[in-house]
């Protein structure tokens, strides 16, 4: 019998280790077996959630090319022929080198960019096809964004940052504004930090707080890029962990661009992207 074995075979009696290394420690664990025995669950949940998640579509490009520069003679093609759908509580990542087109991709099914030739369908619309007013009511209603940068307003409270889109949203009810942000604060673990202000906040805790503003109206997409850029390896996992509740919690799917294959490991599908081609999914 291994090591391993005798996990299985431990009393239940035995208290509950209070950190990894405690649990190391008690059972005699390997951490690089740990590892692995980490990454086998996180490969079962990730197959479970595609059978979960291969309904309903809700967001899809077809055949989409973009071009910077048109008809000049520094003409760039940013994307070309791609056709994506993201399903229902599906978490996505698009990696590949950079130049690929990756965050051109995210912002023209964000409605950020228009493509140059082809489709972007949200729901039963062609958001392509939308005048910039329209774009942006779509964005505010279907659209949550959370960025490498946090782009949190300094002279505001936690709280107050999360509420600003149901400010542009119209919502004049400082009891309902109250009420949506104090959830999402708890939903991020910053309950004791609502009055703090970014400054008194660490890196990682300033993108839990643009996770949970992105989250505030509801979105039906997560458009999330390069969200862990700026964070330690906890802390990322940590954001990624946040996106699976996200998922699960609200229905949201989430879209997400990175360079770490550890943090592109932990959604349901990786898309690559190189020239501005999807080579591989």
């Known amino acids: 019998m291994t090591k391993s074995d005798n996990v299985s075979t431990q009393s239940t009696n035995i208290a ?97 960019e228009q493509p140059t030739d082809g489709s972007v369908v949200f729901g039963d619309q062609d958001i392509a096809r939308l005048s910039d007013a329209q774009l942006s009511d779509f964005r505010a209603r279907s659209i949550g964004f959370v960025f490498q940068f946090f782009y949190l307003q300094p002279f505001l409270s936690l709280e107050k940052n999360i509420q600003i889109p149901l400010m542009f949203a119209g919502v004049s009810s400082a009891q309902e504004r109250q009420s949506s942000s104090d959830e999402l604060i708890e939903l991020v673990g910053l309950s004791d930090r609502k009055q703090h202000r970014p400054k008194e906040l660490s890196g990682g805790q300033m993108q839990r707080v643009a996770i949970a503003r992105a989250l505030i109206n509801r979105p039906k997409l997560i458009i999330a890029d390069e969200p862990t850029g700026n964070l330690d390896s906890e802390n990322a996992r940590i954001v990624m962990d946040l996106f699976d509740d996200i998922r699960s919690t609200y229905g949201s799917s989430v879209l997400v661009v990175t360079h770490d294959s550890n943090i592109a490991d932990m959604a349901d599908r990786v898309v690559h992207l190189s020239d501005g081609k999807i080579v591989e999914e």
């Open 16 to 112: 509950a280790p209070a950190t990894l290394d405690e649990f190391v420690l008690q059972h005699g664990i390997a951490p690089d077996a740990l590892e692995k025995l980490a990454k086998k669950l996180r490969t079962r949940s990730k197959a479970q959630t595609k059978n979960c998640t291969s309904g309903e579509v809700i967001a899809s490009t077809r055949s989409v090319t973009k071009l910077f520069n048109r008809n000049k003679s520094n003409q760039v093609t940013a994307l070309q022929d791609v056709s994506l759908d993201v399903h229902e509580k599906e978490i996505v990542a698009l990696v590949g080198p950079s130049g690929s087109g990756k965050s051109t991709l995210l912002n023209i099914m964000a409605g950020l």
